[in-house]
């Protein structure tokens, strides 16, 4: 069966630092692996996507991330945060012949003036 | 506009009194789902439906029923509320999963059972 982990609960951060939040997932079949940024009262929405090739893969608000194999990890990052960016922030995983998407129980990240 | 739409965005009602929250698509998408968010575990999927007619229980289906009459639309149903059904219900849509899947979220609808 697949699962995620989110190894962090919550983050905080200054602005302008930079953050990693982190997922490690487990499968024994090729996954796919997505990203989700949930703002306060609003739906989930995309920022990036792993479906093969290149193991960086870049997303919109200048995050990306990285897909390790041996390590089953997908952690995001980005380089220099914003007020903005306080936001919960979802990884999932689906494929394998599973019809859904299966998420970790999120990390809800605080960028502090 | 490519979105997926929930009504209503809030809803407070009481024990036993059935309810329905409505999701409409416009993308023509074939798989739609519906999950609840609770706070520490993440998003849970209650049903999801791979076409019309066609639907599935997820992981947390128990007191909860759905409908698939129409491609765009796919109705959350609860038949007798309870306390522990209280959560933050997100539809979404997308291709099917296992191929370039992007998910599509409505803006949830936010449920207090008292």
């Known amino acids: 069966a697949q699962s995620v982990t989110q190894l962090d609960s919550q983050v905080p951060v200054f602005e302008e630092a930079p953050v990693e939040l982190r997922c490690n997932y487990s499968?024994?079949?090729?996954?796919?692996l997505f990203w989700y940024v949930q703002y306060p009262n609003q739906g989930l929405q995309l920022l990036l996507k792993?479906?093969?090739?290149?193991?960086l893969v870049k997303g919109i608000n200048g995050f990306e991330a990285e897909f390790n194999k041996s390590q089953t990890s997908f952690h995001l990052r980005k380089p220099s945060v914003h007020i903005s960016d306080t936001a919960e922030y979802f990884c999932?995983?689906?494929?394998?012949?599973?019809?859904?998407?299966?998420f970790g129980a999120g990390t809800r990240l605080a960028v502090h003036p | 506009e490519a979105q997926v739409t929930q009504n209503p965005r809030y809803l407070i009602t009481v024990t036993g009194k059935k309810l329905t929250v409505t999701c409409s698509q416009n993308?023509?998408?074939?798989?739609m789902s519906w999950y609840r968010q609770d706070p520490g575990l993440g998003l849970r999927q209650i049903y999801y439906s791979m076409n019309v007619e066609v639907t599935d229980k997820g992981d947390v289906p128990e007191g909860y029923k759905v409908s698939r009459k129409e491609k765009r639309n796919f109705p959350l149903i609860l038949e007798s509320p309870s306390p522990n059904q209280t959560s933050l219900y997100f539809c979404?849509?997308?291709?099917?999963?296992?191929?370039?899947?992007?998910?599509?979220f409505g803006q949830g609808t936010r449920l207090t059972v008292v």
């Open positions: 993308m023509n998408h074939e798989y």
């Open positions: 499968s024994s079949v090729s996954v796919y």
């Open positions: 979404a849509s997308s291709l099917p999963p296992g191929e370039d899947t992007e998910a599509f």
């Open positions: 792993y479906l093969s090739g290149s193991t």
């Open positions: 999932a995983v689906s494929g394998g012949g599973y019809n859904k998407l299966i």
